[in-house]
């Protein structure tokens, strides 16, 4: 078959990984069994070892960068590193139980005893290593999502988002990953649970940077117009400069519009140099075309 005919055999053939359509993935609103039935794959489910091996060094990187942030003399591979981690802010806490995922994942994935095959849809690994029985089955959807936290990690370590903005994107995926996750077994025998701090969408982002802000008594009020008031659709992230201070401060983080002077520094941007200037990169992102003098408006 010639690549004009695979194209037209086959329309999710050929797309670039920039391309993003919606996201879809499984909530169970109720405990009930299944109703839905479904036909017969053409072919036997195969694990999608790519991935897992994809994910699997994601997992060691990982690893391997918390170990020179926080040095110890206990093994990579033990549960006492795991125990060993900070986990003082909310962000370490989430760090934590995502390294006690990345090193499960990894434990399995590369031991002789390890395990890994598909059934029903879900990935399922497991295996009888030393003497602890260890069991992780997760859905493919939540091995990008362990793979996207890693990545999000590093980059929002030195990125000029605050660390409360951060800790709300990172809680968000791992309420999400818990979603994705149908089976965990390690020393620890189950991951935490952490309560959310309320909505965020941490899939799409609005990036505001002319806000019009207005201090009032003991807050800021920040003018949003009416069309844009509605915080699910737009989930917009403020870039506004408050007392010199250059601060990003995501809608959700408002009640009524406003937000209180005490909450300020926790939304203040990690700028290194000038205190309201972002990084090149950013000017991308909030490019706009000079209007042309003298032409007609159309």
């Known amino acids: 078959m010639g690549f ?3 194209l037209f055999a086959n329309p999710d053939f050929g797309w670039s990984n920039k391309v993003r359509p919606p996201e879809h993935r499984q909530i ?45 003399d206990l093994s990579l591979t033990s549960w006492a590193r795991a125990k ?19 090193r499960l994942l990894r434990l ?21 290593i030393g003497k602890e029985v260890y069991y992780f089955d997760i859905t493919s959807a939540g091995l990008d999502l362990i793979e996207t936290m890693v990545a999000y990690w590093f980059f929002a370590r030195d990125s000029v988002y ?15 990953l818990g979603g994705e996750i149908r089976r965990y077994s390690d020393e620890g025998r ?30 800021v009020r920040i003018d949003i117009p009416a069309p844009y008031r ?18 990003i401060i995501p809608v959700e983080a408002l009640k009524d519009g406003k937000i209180a002077n005490a909450d300020l520094p926790k939304w203040e941007a990690r700028v290194r140099k000038d205190p309201m200037s972002l990084p090149a990169a950013f000017r991308q992102k909030f490019g706009r075309l000079k209007p042309s003098i003298n032409q007609p408006m159309t």
């Open 4 to 6: 004009t005919s695979k």
């Open 28 to 72: 169970e609103l109720y405990t009930k069994p299944r109703l839905l039935t479904f036909d017969e794959p053409p072919l036997p489910e195969e694990a999608p070892l790519e991935r897992i091996a994809a994910v699997a060094r994601a997992a060691i990187v990982f690893e391997a960068t918390l170990d020179g942030l926080y040095p110890t």
């Open 84 to 102: 060993d981690l900070p986990k003082t802010t909310p962000l370490e806490k989430v760090v934590v139980q995502l390294h006690r995922v990345t």
């Open 108 to 128: 399995i994935a590369f031991h002789p005893h390890g395990q890994v095959e598909m059934r029903n849809g879900v990935i399922c690994m497991g295996g009888v």
């Open 162 to 176: 605050p660390e409360a903005y951060v800790e709300w994107v990172f809680a968000e995926m791992f309420f999400d």
């Open 190 to 219: 189950t991951l935490y649970q952490f309560r959310r701090q309320g909505d965020f969408n941490r899939h799409f982002r609005f990036d505001c940077d002319n806000p019009k802000s207005t201090f009032e008594a003991d807050h």
């Open 230 to 247: 509605d915080s699910a659709r737009y989930a917009i992230d403020f870039y506004a400069v408050l007392h010199d201070v250059l601060h």
